[in-house]
């Protein structure tokens, strides 16, 4: 029987953890490769993949990285003159990464600015130097991997090229929307300079058919999203950003893959950043780290008292603001909270207002914080996460592997991955389905009753210290849309 020849895939996006990373979206491409370069050919049909990644040559990545090599230089078009390429090749944990330098990724000092036009140079220039860079190193890609707006232009352009250019023909493309709303709006002149016309397809709003994200989604061959869930509310109008009515018209060939968590890097028995180290049978040992949070902000030590957390980016998206108004309905009862994360500085002052208002109860720590966000992790009993739309979200995984029981909006990748269902011994957590206050004031209220009967709570807290988040399933979920899209089963 002939060998078959490995899958060539491609994974584009905007940064990679630990290259550089800024939100979810760099946990993802650092993580996702890697599963996927893990995966056996028995759990593939028989197939082997050859994945590898590219990222744009930021500034903030360390020039210094070791076996670092040059391995291609080309030119971009532009109306204003073609823009210099040079690609460099390293490798992250057996991944091997490019990395694109050129136009604006030189001189940018952040992976992301405030101004549109000149995130739209950098990131249209990168997605256009991706498919470049392939065809310059003679590199027969079946599956291009494209990842929110900044990369969605390699959708596109590779459907343009594949009409004239032999070499692209056989390429399949395959676009994540990681958070819909982030469009990429402002890009429509930078499209033009780089000789993209608008898109063509009627099924898209007028308004979209200039803007990389939608014109991304009608290019490529399949579409995905971070969670089942959130893959059937953007189909709706409240989720659905105007797109609703393009995206039912394409709903077979969108699908929603739940992101996983690199358990190694999140891990309460080896984290050097705790107090006390534990694992799922050693819940005693954890409230160790409880008591050690409690010193540390000045709180009343005392175990009984359940202890909310918020470890979180404070804008509305994340609904910290429906948590500080929960909050203040149930100042009545015992509970502490601490809240850390920057954003808006409206909600920044609102959280630090409602620790002036309960100085005995409430933290507010406005800064970003790693080591002190897994000290939460271990020691609070409780996180909230009243989002009022999260198409995947870490936290409330990362939050169970560390022992600490969610709280949250049912809603996108929340609702598909805690359980909070009547009289069952499989829960993880707590859901509430609007986002008023009211009603997460009723659901903190129901959790705090909880937490008062310790063999109850302890069962659900096991229960989310056992759930698999691991990137394997979701890796093979990938893989077999990569097999049956080449196969021409999609």
């Known amino acids: 029987m002939k060998k078959k020849r490995p899958i060539n895939i491609l994974f584009i996006a905007s940064e990679a953890a630990p290259l ?137 352009d590779l459907k343009l090229r594949k009409v004239t250019d032999p070499f692209f023909r056989n390429t399949k493309s395959v676009l994540s929307m990681h958070n819909m709303p982030y469009m990429g709006a402002g890009s429509e002149r930078i499209l033009n300079e780089f000789g993209l016309p608008n898109c063509p397809c009627t099924d898209l709003p007028e308004w979209a058919r200039s803007i990389p994200l939608p014109i991304g ?10 969670s089942p869930n959130y893959a059937n509310e953007i189909l709706t109008p409240d989720y659905g950003c105007g797109l609703q009515d393009f995206l039912n018209k394409r709903k077979d060939s969108l699908s929603g893959i739940l992101n996983g968590l690199d358990e190694s890097k999140w891990d309460p028995k080896i984290d050097n950043t705790l107090h006390f180290n534990y694992d799922s049978t050693q819940l005693d040992v954890r409230l160790k780290n409880k008591l050690a949070l409690q010193t540390e902000f000045g709180l009343e030590k005392d175990d009984t008292i359940p202890l909310f957390i918020m470890v979180t980016r404070m804008d509305q998206q994340k609904g910290v603001d429906l948590a500080i108004s929960a909050l203040r309905m149930i100042a009545d009862s015992s509970w502490q909270a601490i809240l850390l994360g920057t954003g808006d500085p409206v909600i920044e002052s609102a959280c630090r207002s409602l620790e002036v208002e309960m100085p005995s109860k409430v933290r507010s720590v406005i800064r970003f914080d790693l080591n002190l966000s897994k000290r939460m992790y271990a020691g609070g009993d409780i996180i909230l996460i009243p989002s009022r739309y999260e198409p995947c979200g870490l936290t409330q995984m990362i939050a169970m592997r560390y022992g600490c029981v969610p709280l949250a909006r049912s809603t996108g990748g929340l609702k598909d991955t805690i359980i909070d269902e009547d009289n069952s011994n499989q829960n993880n957590g707590f859901l509430f389905s609007e986002p008023i206050p009211e009603i997460m004031a009723q659901t903190l209220i129901r959790a705090i009753s909880d937490y008062s009967n310790r063999q109850k709570w302890q069962i659900i807290q096991s229960n989310g210290l056992h759930t698999d988040f691991s990137w394997e399933k979701s890796a093979i979920e990938y893989a077999n849309i990569y097999i049956d899209l080449i196969e021409g089963e999609r």
Not at 217 to 226: G, I, K
Request: glycine share 6%.
């Open 20 to 156: 550089i990373k800024v939100g979810g979206l760099g946990d993802v491409a650092g993580s996702l490769p890697k599963a996927l370069k893990n995966l056996l050919p028995n759990q593939l049909s028989g197939n082997e993949l050859d994945i590898r990644l590219v990222i744009p040559f930021h500034s903030m990545i360390n020039q210094k990285l070791e076996n670092i090599q040059l391995v291609s230089s080309f030119l971009v078009k532009h109306s204003h003159g073609n823009i210099p390429a040079r690609v460099f090749l390293t490798s992250v944990e057996g991944v091997p990464v490019y990395l694109i330098e050129g136009g604006s990724i030189l001189s940018d000092q952040n992976v992301y600015s405030s101004n549109p036009e000149y995130d739209a140079k950098k990131y249209i220039f990168f997605s256009i130097a991706a498919l470049e860079m392939v065809k310059n190193i003679n590199w027969h890609v079946d599956i291009i991997h494209a990842n929110d707006w900044h990369t969605a232009i390699t959708c596109y």
């Open 217 to 226: 989604m009608y290019a490529a061959d399949f579409l995905l999203t971070v």
